[in-house]
């Protein structure tokens, strides 16, 4: 399974910006997607998850109300609206998969990765 991200930017504080990533290799009706992120010294925290049936999307706590993930497992692809953008929104952003379908919070049971995508988010 590969998947490829779109979108990453540079936008003000307040902004918005959509990423997006494309599976291919494998369709991701089975596996649970997600959009984790990263900044230098820091661990990579999962920001959205969506689970293979599309129902109850799970966020973490500072994006959410602001932050929106959806996925068309007909297309294979996987999305996330960022509005209302802040300064510590800054990150490398990557879509991940999961065998399973169900998602469960931490990196290190995603089993494929995209190259990552960079959001800066600065006045």
């Known amino acids: 399974l590969q998947l490829v991200e779109s979108g990453g930017g540079s936008v003000q504080p307040g902004g918005s910006l959509r990423l997006s990533c494309v599976a291919s290799g494998l369709p991701v009706d089975y596996y649970a997607l997600a959009w984790l992120r990263q900044v230098p010294g820091k661990k990579r925290e999962e920001v959205a998850c969506i689970k293979f049936s599309g129902d109850a999307p799970r966020y973490m706590e500072s994006v959410k109300d602001r932050f929106t993930v959806s996925r068309n497992n007909g297309k294979d692809t996987l999305t996330l609206q960022m509005d209302s953008l802040k300064v510590e929104d800054t990150a490398l952003y990557y879509c991940?998969?999961?065998?399973?379908?169900?998602?469960?919070?931490?990196?290190?049971?995603?089993?494929?990765w995209g190259q990552g995508v960079q959001v800066t988010v600065s006045p």
């Open positions: 991940a998969a999961r065998r399973g379908g169900l998602c469960a919070g931490d990196a290190s049971v995603y089993n494929y």
